[in-house]
């Protein structure tokens, strides 16, 4: 029940083009759905995050749309850029009391072309 | 204001050996958690310290053991290395209030030969 699911594995787009990744969880105690940026060498840089109870919320060029009766929640990248080119995690905390535990999809390589 | 800072970013251990990591969470946090990041794969959440006590836990060995100090800095140490615990340690800070995101610093990167 703590398993998060991230699809596609890699996504290759073009310059101006559109990013779409896909996650789905089935644990509905987890209330917080942020997702990260990791470059090579780095750890993951937090990107954009949204509570169960939004269904979409936007930065800039990053959107993140949540269906909550689906369980499904989705990452999109407009305008990609070749600097997005990285790998990316969705992921889902569950917290309980003072406890804090980040369950992490398995990650999208992204690579945009310029 | 700095980041999550952990030393050493590198680490070269034999097998059956000890290991201890740091871990400093970024300023104004007060709960810290670990991850192990296997190649090519997500961070696998290994455990979570609040005031000084180990609030949650992965599904990781007994090797596996922390410390929290009264300044919020963090270790993470492994006994009786295995060659699969080769991996990057990824230190986490956030602060306990709901829905506070998690901060990552660089990791350190063991390698057990």
């Known amino acids: 029940q703590q398993q998060v699911k991230q699809s596609p594995q890699s996504l290759i787009v073009q310059k101006g083009g559109i990013s779409i990744i896909n996650c789905a969880y089935e644990?509905?105690?987890?209330?917080?759905f942020p997702w990260y940026q990791q470059f090579p060498g780095k750890g993951p840089a937090l990107l954009i995050a949204?509570?169960?109870?939004?269904s979409e919320k936007k930065e800039g060029r990053f959107t993140i749309s949540f269906n909550k009766s689906a369980k499904q929640f989705s990452l999109h990248i407009m305008d990609s850029q070749p600097g997005d080119s990285a790998t990316y995690f969705c992921?889902?905390?569950?917290?309980?009391?003072?406890?804090?535990?980040?369950?992490f999809g398995s990650g999208t390589q992204l690579t945009v072309l310029p | 204001d700095a980041g999550v800072t952990q030393s050493p970013t590198h680490l070269i251990k034999t097998r059956g050996q000890q290991v201890t990591l740091r871990c400093s969470p970024k300023?104004?946090?007060?709960?810290v958690s670990w991850y192990q990041q296997a190649l090519g794969q997500g961070p696998q959440f290994i455990f979570q310290?609040?005031?000084?006590?180990?609030?949650q836990r992965g599904n990781f060995p007994d090797r596996f053991s922390g410390h929290q100090f009264p300044n919020y800095s963090s270790e993470l140490n492994v006994n009786a290395l295995l060659l699969g615990d080769s991996a990057l340690y990824l230190c986490?800070?956030?602060?306990?209030?709901?829905?506070?995101?998690?901060?990552f610093g660089n990791g350190t990167r063991l390698t057990v030969t």
């Open positions: 300023s104004g946090h007060d709960t």
């Open positions: 949204i509570r169960p109870d939004v």
């Open positions: 992921a889902a905390l569950r917290t309980s009391g003072s406890a804090r535990q980040l369950t």
């Open positions: 644990n509905t105690a987890f209330d917080y």
């Open positions: 986490a800070s956030s602060f306990l209030g709901q829905n506070s995101p998690l901060h």
């Open positions: 310290y609040y005031e000084e006590e180990e609030r």
